[in-house]
Each structure stands twice: as C-alpha cells, then as structure tokens.
C-alpha cells in the first residue's frame, strides 16, 4: 500500500471521530438546554404501559418544541428509559431534557394538594371536587348510587363515608381514584376505633359508631368538649331518651333549610328528626375526623344529659332538667338565678 493512502485511512478515521466527537458535544449542550416550550408549564401525562417512543411523541403533543426522534434517543441512550414512571408532570421554562428525564426517572409529579374538611357533609364534599380544576371529573355525572357502587359500596349512603384530610394528587387525576382513597382511609380509621372502643357502649356496629361520631361532628369544633359530648348522647341512648340534637334535624332539611331552626321545624317528623324519633338517625349527616370518632367510641364517665353553648365556643353540661334551664338562662338568655 501506498504511504498516501494510509494517510488518506487516518485522515478519514480522525474526520470521523472528530465529528463523533462534536455530535456528542452537541447533544451533551443540548440535553443542558432548557426545552422550546410551545406554552408554560406544559403538562404531560404518561399512563402505565408507554413505549418511550410513545412518551416522546405525547411530550410533543403536549408542547414541547423539539423533535420527538431527539427526546427517544436521549430516553434510550441514557439507559433509563425502562425507569420511566407514568403520572402526570409539569415541564417550566428551566426544564432541560435532561431535567426532563430524571424528573420522570423519579416520579416527581406535578402534585395538587386538596382539602376535604371534616364536618362537611357529602354534598359540599362533591362541590369541593367538582370545582377542582386539576382533577379529571368522572364522577360528576354518576348519580350517588352510580358512585357507590363504583366504589365497591352499592347501596351504601355516601354521607360519612370518606375520610376528611388533605390529599396530595397529581394534575389529571381521576376524582373517583382520589374518593376511593378518601372512602378506603374512613373504612380504615372506622374499623381502628371500632376494635379499640370501650366496652358496654350502647353501639352495636361501627356503623352506628360513624352515626354518632358525625353528629358529635357538627355539634362542636373544640376537641375537648368531644368526650363530654359524646357522653350525654352515650347516656340518652341507655335510657332510651331522644337525642335532641339539632344538628340531625338541620340536615334532615336539605334544601328547605334556610338557615333558621325553628320551633315548628323540631315537630316536623323525618327520619333524622332525634327530637321525634328516638335512637340514632339513619345516616352520619357529615364526614367525621379521627377526633370525633375516637369521641364516640371513649366517651367520658358522666351523669350528663344535657349540654348548651356558652358563647364561647365551649359548652356547660348539666345531669338534669333543672341545672339545664339554669345554664340556658345564664348562656343563652343573659338570665340569672333559676328558670321560672
């Protein structure tokens, strides 16, 4: 051979590996880069079972302005494209593809917070969901029963049946997925305080234990009363006494309710009427938290039968008729000395 075809060999071989060289640098700058965004953030969501060639095209679609042949061999040459997680991510002006990568190597998914309050009732519960614009609405147009028995709960009440707590949810989650944790924590903490409950209590069922722990709910908001509470409804059921409690009539109301309880209203017969009927009403009227469960399952030892407001926010718990109409004198009517 010839000395300038060898030279001819090696001049070619370091062109090559020149530009092997360049073209690495050049993809290294631009995995570096932040990405050409149609629009800020971008949102891209990545269900389970995508091809990574699928993953790159879907960030395109999505709003991501580069060629989706570069995002697939970024994926794929960096070797972890079978890591991958599916969820749902949000991709700002400062995500590199590089960025991109690890942030769905690690799952790190654009998460929304949602608060569902304890004492809301099942109907506000929903309001709240529907009106959370990161969830996918499934369930807006099942009907209750619909919805229940989509959760596995046909011919289940809905109120009381979800767990009030702030849930962390990715942007494009199903509400259904985020009602069946909800419903999934209250069978949970409903069956924990039902094998940790005292014994002797006038409840034959966790159901009824989610009854009572709603009405104590709504009938205070200080946790230190809860106990108290508890114990006059606990003592009422013994004796088979009404449990005339305001709250159950309010809700029995529904949208009739305007906001003023009045005399007539507590004669008016329903069934969550406990100033007409005696025992327990047939639903929870709203969504208790672990605090008020814990209530009705602990109450305290007393003789109380009777509560009323202070004003303050606390109440002032009577064992008979006569100490009652006192404490409603000196709490709700201004009165001192005894009721006439």
Do not use: C
Request: net charge neutral; glycine share 6%.
């Amino acid at each position: 051979m010839k000395p300038s075809f060898w030279r001819s060999v090696w001049r070619w071989l370091v062109m090559a590996l020149l530009a092997l060289v360049l073209a690495w640098v050049g993809a290294v700058w631009w995995a570096l880069q932040p990405l050409s965004l149609r629009q800020t953030p971008v949102d891209l969501s990545i269900e389970p079972g995508q091809s990574v060639k699928a993953i790159s095209q879907l960030a395109v679609q999505a709003g991501v302005d580069e060629p989706p042949w570069a995002l697939y061999y970024l994926f794929k040459l960096s070797g972890q494209s079978r890591l991958i997680r599916a969820g749902s991510y949000e991709l700002d002006a400062n995500t590199t593809p590089w960025s991109l990568l690890q942030k769905l190597v690690r799952g790190e998914e654009s998460l929304r917070a949602i608060t569902l309050v304890e004492g809301w009732t099942w109907r506000q519960f929903r309001a709240a969901l529907n009106k959370a614009d990161f969830l996918k609405h499934d369930a807006q147009a099942l009907s209750d029963e619909e919805l229940m028995s989509h959760l596995g709960k046909a011919g289940v009440a809905p109120e009381g049946r979800f767990f009030p707590d702030t849930y962390m949810v990715g942007k494009g989650t199903s509400d259904l997925h985020l009602l069946q944790r909800a419903a999934a924590a209250m069978d949970r903490q409903l069956s924990q305080a039902w094998s940790h409950r005292d014994m002797g209590l006038p409840l034959t069922s966790p159901e009824q234990a989610l009854v009572l722990a709603s009405i104590i709910e709504k009938e205070t908001g200080r946790v230190s009363d809860r106990a108290m509470i508890a114990s006059v409804f606990t003592n009422r059921l013994r004796i088979d006494m009404p449990l005339q409690t305001d709250p159950t009539v309010i809700y029995g109301m529904f949208e009739r309710f305007d906001g003023n309880l009045r005399r007539v209203d507590l004669q008016t017969d329903h069934p969550w009427n406990t100033y007409t009927r005696k025992g327990l009403p047939p639903t929870p009227i709203a969504m208790p938290g672990k605090d008020a469960l814990h209530a009705a399952l602990h109450p305290a030892t007393s003789q109380a039968l009777y509560f009323v407001a202070r004003g303050d926010g606390s109440s002032q718990f009577s064992e008979n008729l006569t100490q009652h109409n006192n404490a409603v004198n000196r709490y709700q009517r201004g009165l001192s000395g005894e009721a006439q």
